[in-house]
């Protein structure tokens, strides 16, 4: 199994800055892609930004005020979130593809328990 815990949220005003962590850790043989998604209230969850070997991906509501980035030596993601507005409020998930073993026919998703974030105006 694969656990992420996460952490880094909480309040700000609009305008500022905060960073999100989510660390992995249990059976791990590779990472495919590491991500964030976010779930606002009645809405649905969205993808927010992820990163793969290949790059980096935002949906076009944060490019410009967020970065993703990973330590591989850690299995961590970071989320530097800047120039926050009230509409980033949202509860924020790690999201996670990976081979838990060499013989693992293929990889799964796991997720984080989330953690929130509220942006005052």
């Known amino acids: 199994q694969v656990q992420l815990v996460e952490s880094g949220g909480g309040l700000v005003q609009a305008g500022g800055s905060l960073r999100l962590s989510c660390a992995a850790s249990?059976?791990?043989?590779?990472?495919?892609?590491m991500g964030w998604y976010r779930q606002a209230p009645g809405k649905q969850r969205e993808l927010v930004a992820v990163?793969?070997?290949?790059?980096?991906n935002y949906t076009d509501s944060v490019k410009g005020r967020f970065t993703i980035s990973r330590d591989n030596s850690k299995n961590t993601v970071y989320l530097q979130m800047n120039s926050l507005k009230p509409e980033d409020t949202a509860v924020y998930y790690c999201?996670?593809?990976?081979?838990?073993?060499?013989?693992?026919?293929?990889?799964?998703?796991?997720w984080g328990q989330g953690t929130q974030v509220t942006v005052s105006s």
């Open positions: 249990g059976s791990i043989f590779s990472i495919n892609a």
């Open positions: 990163i793969t070997k290949g790059g980096t």
């Open positions: 999201y996670v593809d990976a081979k838990p073993f060499l013989w693992s026919s293929g990889s799964y998703g796991y």
